[in-house]
């Protein structure tokens, strides 16, 4: 594959969506350590260890689903996109434009930013943030080549979007 394009992260976003959840991680344990060690059933500490073990869970969970989703490299021509670099392990995925069923999230929702997530009829499903090298290029050329009814209802969520931002700008509800 002679590729025209290819996207990615900056060393410090990389860094931050592989291995961003294990100093946070290693902090909260660092505040449970002195509840664990001292413990004597008050409900507060009881409580307290709750939401820090549910915050340890949730903050892991959602770095497992990065890890599946999220590739580090997306390489564009004028038929596919491919993906590569995960975090797990070392697949490449190939979307051709024509079996794109889906774009989800972050602009694809007619939100400014978050996770943009690309489905084919294979029952792959990609995600990427805004932060990789020419985002919005890369955002464009993907609605330019997907089927017409796809591109239709993310231009009506954009839409839509833009005019709750021009309500709100004209001190409409």
């Known amino acids: 594959m002679n590729p025209s394009q290819t996207f990615n992260y900056s060393l410090g976003y990389k860094l931050i969506f592989r291995y961003g959840n294990i100093p946070i991680t290693f902090v ?26 549910l915050l340890i869970i949730v903050l892991n969970r959602h770095y497992l689903k990065l890890y599946k989703l999220m ?20 697949r490449t995925v190939t979307m051709n434009f024509e079996d794109i069923e889906s774009l989800k999230g972050g602009i694809f929702d007619g939100k400014i930013s978050g996770l943009m997530k690309i489905t084919d009829s294979n029952g792959n499903e990609i995600g990427f943030f805004h932060k990789l090298t020419n985002a919005k290029q890369l ?15 993310v231009i009506e969520k954009l839409s839509a979007r833009r005019g709750k931002i021009r309500d709100k700008a004209s001190g409409g509800k």
């Open 28 to 53: 909260f344990i660092m505040y449970l350590l002195p509840v664990i060690t001292n413990f004597t059933y008050e409900w507060t500490q009881i409580a307290y260890l709750f939401v820090f073990i």
């Open 71 to 90: 590739p580090y490299k997306i390489e564009m021509d004028d038929e596919k996109l491919v993906f590569t670099d995960f975090t797990i392990n070392e």
């Open 139 to 153: 955002e464009t050329m993907i609605l330019s080549k997907v089927k017409k009814e796809i591109y239709d209802v």
